[in-house]
């Protein structure tokens, strides 16, 4: 797909991924030592196992309706746009980016959210929704899975002309490794 000019480029790993594996490391530590002190806790904690479960799919659903409309977002510029040839394709480029950027803030938050919801769940033992809980988070997985190869086929998109691809660039590294749009 990519011709000499236009070698594969390759990108960082989002500062998300680290961020969000050490977020879910802290909410399961968190979780123990929250629930091991149990007797301080008492109230509060019976309390959160009560809505855990509600919390839980609300969080899901915002995480999964999110995945979807980011997905779809690209999957119909890559149907119009197979290959960058002219600058008002960027322009729509530029707008799904700002979009997925601002969409990986809430994300982050029904990750956040929803993985504390998710271990209350998993972890109580006077739970009849533990699997459920983890057949939905498998699926949102997947769906996750399914997205991010959407994203790579945007990360690796043939452009036409030299100063699109520079502007390009700038928009994809932009994309993967910045907090805010630039652009």
């Known amino acids: 797909m990519n011709s000499p000019k236009n070698p594969k480029r390759i990108f960082k790993i989002p500062i998300i991924t680290p961020i969000s594996i050490i977020m ?7 979780y123990s030592f929250f629930f091991i002190s149990r007797d301080n806790n008492a ?3 019976s309390y959160f196992q009560i809505i855990a479960f509600e919390v839980f799919l609300l969080c899901d659903f915002g995480m999964v309706t999110l995945i979807l409309y980011n997905q779809s977002k690209l999957h119909h510029f890559l149907k119009k746009h197979p290959v960058i ?3 008002s394709a960027l322009e729509e480029l530029k707008v799904i980016a700002r979009t997925n950027m601002y969409s990986a ?6 990750l956040g959210i929803g993985s504390l919801s998710a271990v209350t769940i998993i972890f109580n033992p006077n739970t009849d929704n533990t699997s459920l809980v983890s057949l939905l ?3 949102t997985t997947l769906l996750m899975a ?3 190869l959407s994203e790579q086929k945007i990360k690796q998109i043939h452009c036409t002309n ?7 660039n700038a928009i994809l590294d932009c994309w993967m490794n910045k907090a805010f749009p630039n652009f």
């Open 137 to 139: 988070l498998t699926i």
């Open 105 to 110: 803030f809430s994300l982050f938050f029904f």
């Open 146 to 148: 399914w997205y991010n």
């Open 85 to 87: 040839t002219h600058q």
């Open 43 to 45: 109230e509060l904690s």
């Open 24 to 30: 879910v490391i802290g909410i399961y530590v968190g």
């Open 162 to 168: 030299q100063s699109l691809e520079a502007e390009l």
